[in-house]
């Protein structure tokens, strides 16, 4: 089974400073799909940002930005320019793209609260 | 209109008490899961459905059980509710393997 590791648990920065998120994760696959999904209180789950594991080019959306590193098996969230607006839990995922066996949908880091400082 | 819908939105219910949360959508998905997240665990799948006939367990399905009574529609089950259920609940649905999921806006459960 897949695990997704947030070694973060929180993390502060100031408006309109960058702010990297790290997560990391185990698998035997060599195929997979990673995405990182914001939470704010609104406690509504909106997809930042998705990378396709056989792609080497980092993803890119706007001010966001993955880290994505294969072999090592990470994959970190860039933020660029923060606003208070990204203030949220943010939560790393990685989807097989073979499902059955008692495995299906996303396995989920446990998030990390990223505190905007005005 | 939401896409996927979920209700209620909050229920405050007593230990051993049954109690039903319901999905459904309008995405024409196949695809269907019940998440539960408790702060610090992130989310964690409960149970998974690939069409009405096939449910899946998901990482914690005791205690939990489910319905899929058409392809719209995924309710999740409490047969006898423990304070330690109390939770914040998602549903979510799916296309192909390589898209997102899209999230419900979740059910805040808390048992007494």
């Known amino acids: 089974a897949q695990t997704v590791t947030q070694s973060q648990p929180e993390m502060s920065v100031q408006e309109a400073e960058t702010v990297t998120l790290s997560c990391t994760y185990d698998?035997?696959?060599?195929?997979?799909?990673l995405f990182w999904y914001k939470q704010p209180p609104s406690r509504q789950m909106i997809l930042v940002i998705r990378?396709?594991?056989?792609?080497?080019q980092n993803a890119t959306e706007n001010r966001f930005s993955v880290n994505f590193q294969k072999a090592a098996k990470s994959f970190s969230l860039k933020i660029s320019d923060s606003q208070l607006g990204d203030a949220a839990m943010y939560f790393c995922?990685?989807?097989?793209?073979?499902?059955?066996?008692?495995?299906?949908?996303?396995?989920f880091g446990k998030g990390t609260h990223l505190i905007i400082q005005p | 209109d939401a896409d996927v819908t979920q209700t209620p939105r909050n229920r405050i219910t007593k230990t051993g008490k049954r109690i039903m949360l319901e999905c459904s959508q309008t995405?024409?998905?196949?695809?269907m899961y019940w998440y539960r997240q408790d702060p610090g665990l992130g989310l964690r799948l409960i149970y998974y459905?690939?069409?009405?006939?096939?449910?899946n367990k998901g990482e914690i399905s005791d205690g939990y059980s489910v319905s899929r009574q058409a392809q719209a529609k995924f309710s999740l089950s409490l047969e006898s509710a423990i304070p330690n259920q109390t939770a914040l609940y998602f549903c979510?649905?799916?296309?192909?393997?390589?898209?997102?999921?899209?999230f419900g806006s979740g059910t805040q459960l808390s048992v007494l």
């Open positions: 979510a649905t799916s296309g192909p393997v390589n898209e997102k999921l899209f």
């Open positions: 698998t035997s696959e060599s195929d997979y799909y």
């Open positions: 990378q396709e594991a056989y792609k080497q």
């Open positions: 995922a990685y989807r097989s793209p073979y499902s059955g066996g008692g495995a299906d949908g996303l396995t």
């Open positions: 995405k024409g998905h196949d695809r």
């Open positions: 459905s690939f069409d009405v006939k096939d449910i």
